[in-house]
């Protein structure tokens, strides 16, 4: 079972890892939002990823197969949200930079120093969407994370299985929005905000085009 577990580990944090929407999302977040709600956003990428390991281990790559054209829809519907993502970031690339109330200092002391619980569940609800709209996970799940799940997998390695997926999403992710979190990485996002923005508008429009176009 550690066996199993170590190989899924090695063979998804090399994919976790890799640039792609999540990180990029979760990066712009920790810098406007704070830690907090960066971490929101990586704790929803951290299911996202568990939906796509399960899928796929349940048979999502033999769906695909049966319902090519299924792949091709799904393939299209995350192209455009990465596509309308990548628009409002381009958009926004000249609007003065809006930073969370307890990032942006200088709050009276009466008012809340912590984002509401509101706030950090819509953010992990974006990171979720924003891991689902990535087609790139379901072919990695679908054609090289099968290969290292045993076929015989228990409900217990079953479970365990997606405990190190969840993991690896997550604790990446959190250590990018830790680290864009902090004050030098704000204060150099907003003196160069609008060339950023629009590299990172560009970076996920590419994205959004190469999903389409795999």
Request: without cysteine.
């Amino acid at each position: 079972m550690l066996s199993v577990q170590l190989s899924v580990f090695a063979v998804h944090l090399v994919a976790a890892i890799s640039p792609g929407p999540a990180v990029l999302m979760t990066m712009r977040t920790a810098i406007t939002g704070g830690f907090a709600r960066g971490g929101a956003f990586a704790v929803g990428v951290g299911i996202g990823a568990v939906a796509w390991a399960a899928a796929a281990v349940l048979g999502l790559a033999t769906l695909f197969e049966i319902a090519p054209r299924l792949l091709i829809a799904l393939k299209i519907a995350g192209a455009a949200y990465l596509l309308h993502l990548a628009w409002k970031m381009w958009r926004g690339a000249d609007q003065p930079l809006t930073l969370a109330p307890e990032v942006a200092g200088g709050l009276a002391p009466a008012e809340p120093q912590a984002p509401r619980l509101r706030d950090l569940a819509r953010l992990t609800l974006r990171g979720v969407t924003t891991q689902l709209a990535n087609p790139k996970p379901a072919v990695f799940f679908g054609a090289v994370f099968v290969t290292v799940v045993p076929h015989d997998a228990g409900p217990g390695l079953f479970a365990a299985i997606l405990g190190v997926v969840f993991a690896n999403e997550t604790l990446w992710n959190l250590a990018v929005a830790r680290i864009f979190s902090l004050d030098r990485a704000r204060a150099g996002y907003t003196r160069l905000k609008s060339a950023i923005d629009r590299v990172l508008g560009a970076a996920l429009a590419a994205l959004g085009i190469k999903v389409a176009a795999f």
